[in-house]
């Protein structure tokens, strides 16, 4: 989302320092009596004195501004991942959540006959940790993530999913 931020900000400035200039540059030749630079003014205005509230094109571009503002809004009050999680350490310590994760994943594959694991890491140190393997590596998986999240100093009120899928064989 933060990207989505990012470039969102950036063609608003974009937008409203051009707008600015345009504005700027249209009310010093109005000023000076000049020819319009952009935007023929005089045909500007009397469209605009033709167009009422209930028209159609204002009623289109209201609905069609609403819908961008509620889609805004929602984007941004939906929750995200955290970028980092608390640990045990300090209160000021933290661990990046996807350097967790693939340290999570790193555990995961090292152990013999597993394959192709995933994590996901929340807040409150809720883990999602997918894997390929064997049925009886489950209880090894599970060591291996716990004695992980140890090793990261993770709170003990964590929680934590693991998904097993069964290898398939091909012969």
């Known amino acids: 989302m933060r990207a989505f ?22 009310a010093i030749m109005v000023l000076l009596n000049r020819p319009p630079v952009l935007v023929p003014l005089s045909s500007w205005y009397d469209w605009l004195r033709s167009v009422t509230l209930n028209g159609a094109v204002v009623l289109a571009v209201a609905v069609v501004l609403a819908v961008l503002g509620l889609v805004l809004l929602v984007a ?11 640990v045990t350490v300090d209160d000021n310590w933290y661990v990046q959540r996807r350097g ?22 929340g807040k409150r140190w809720r883990c999602r940790v997918w894997a390929t393997g064997d049925a009886d590596s489950r209880a090894d998986v599970d060591a291996a993530i716990d004695e992980e999240l140890n090793r990261m ?19």
């Open 153 to 171: 100093s993770v709170p003990d009120g964590r929680r934590v999913r693991v998904k097993m899928a069964r290898l398939r064989r091909v012969t």
């Open 5 to 26: 931020n990012r470039l969102a900000s950036l063609v608003l400035g974009l937008l409203l320092v051009a707008g600015g200039v345009l504005l700027a540059a249209e």
């Open 76 to 86: 941004q009050l939906r929750p995200w991942r955290p970028v980092r999680v608390p």
């Open 100 to 121: 967790a994760e693939h340290g999570l994943v790193r555990a995961v594959d090292d152990v013999p006959g597993v394959t192709g694991a995933k994590a996901k890491v």
